[in-house]
């Protein structure tokens, strides 16, 4: 049997919510892990530091390069926990994310259109396009941003997508779970 169109788009969007949702669980489990091997490295310095100096005109260094080591493991830690933190507010409020990426979207898509509709006026045409061929002049700077401007509107079209099935999938997540809870 043939699948629907709303069939097919609604798998679509299951799959790229499903995307999100492990793209943040990759991210928490790798800013964990980073925060694990920061904390081990900052360890074994310390540790092999203290081991292989024995020599009483070094001790002021070793103390100073352990306080230093202690003292990144501990910036690093905090930068993970904060990492961590981030992730999961943007998990928490995911309608709230999703509806500002939504919101940049728009003012994006529409400032591509003006700037689509301005850059059609402001090419240069006849003689003037020659010369723009030539190098002899410059295009019009609307003109050569309308393409980048294009391309960004683009890109935050893609994100507000996948935000907002994110958001639609972690919604029925959050209702299939408040309805099993007895």
């Known amino acids: 049997m043939a699948k629907t169109n709303i069939e097919k788009l609604k798998e679509l969007a299951v799959d790229t919510a499903s995307a999100t949702q492990r793209g943040l669980t990759s991210a928490q489990d790798a800013a964990s892990k980073a925060g694990g091997v920061a904390l081990a490295a900052g360890r074994s310095v310390q540790h092999a530091i203290g081991e292989a100096v024995e020599h009483d005109n070094t001790k002021a260094a070793v103390a100073k390069v352990k306080g230093l080591a202690s003292s990144a493991t501990q910036e690093a830690k905090k930068l993970t926990d ?37 850059a059609a006026l402001a090419a240069p045409s006849g003689l003037g396009a020659i010369g723009v061929a030539l190098g002899v002049t410059s295009a019009p700077l609307i003109v050569t941003a309308a393409p980048i401007i294009g391309a960004a509107a683009t890109a935050a079209g893609v994100v507000s997508g996948g935000a907002y099935f994110y958001s639609k999938w972690k919604a029925k997540q959050t209702k299939e779970e408040d309805s099993e809870t007895p």
């Open 82 to 118: 904060r990492v961590v933190d981030t992730v999961k507010a943007v998990d928490a409020n995911h309608k709230d994310v999703a509806d500002k990426v939504e919101t940049v979207s728009m003012g994006l898509g529409i400032t591509s259109g003006v700037v689509a509709a301005g």
